[in-house]
């Protein structure tokens, strides 16, 4: 072998190898962002189980970790290294109630485009408002449809807080 396909061995194989890699983070975020819909379900479920309709005083900046300590927050919903506080893998996770005590609302805060569109989209119409940064792009009673528009244009430069309003 002379030294041109030495190199021409070595570019190919980079090439396979940054392929795989893409590939890996691909999948990975779609199993992640999966995870994260079911866990959204539970946490959906266990906050309403526990508050019955009245939602005063829910909040997840509880320092002791509340949420996580009393079953509401599933653990794959928990920082467990910082006293079970709320976060997924791409950052804090705000659960607050309303100011009334009527319903509540829950933030993932750093999301990529990606994970943002793909969460955004995740049974949006069981919620009363679904939010992508300041944007809404679905409350019930005024939407028909999720504004996917919106939706892609509100996630495109990743780094999103995506907001989802209950009941």
């Known amino acids: 072998m002379n030294l041109t396909e030495v190199l021409l061995a070595v570019i190919v194989s980079l090439a396979v190898l940054a392929g795989g890699y893409t590939l890996y983070n691909s999948v990975s975020d779609k199993n992640a962002v999966s995870a994260t819909m079911q866990n959204l379900s539970l946490l959906r479920a266990n906050i309403d189980d526990l508050y019955a309709g009245n939602y005063a005083g829910l909040a997840s900046d509880a320092a002791d970790g509340t949420l996580h300590k009393t079953g509401v927050l599933p653990d794959a919903l928990a920082d467990l290294s910082d006293g079970g ?83």
């Open 85 to 167: 506080k709320p976060a997924s893998k791409w950052g804090a996770i705000d659960i607050e109630g309303t100011d009334d005590g009527s319903g509540y609302t829950i933030a993932f805060e750093g999301l990529g485009k990606d994970v943002c569109m793909h969460l955004g989209r995740f049974q949006y119409r069981t919620w009363a408002k679904v939010e992508a940064g300041e944007t809404a792009v679905w409350t019930r009673g005024t939407d028909t449809t999720l504004n996917a528009s919106a939706l892609a244009s509100a996630c495109k430069d990743g780094n999103v807080t995506l907001t989802f309003t209950a009941p």
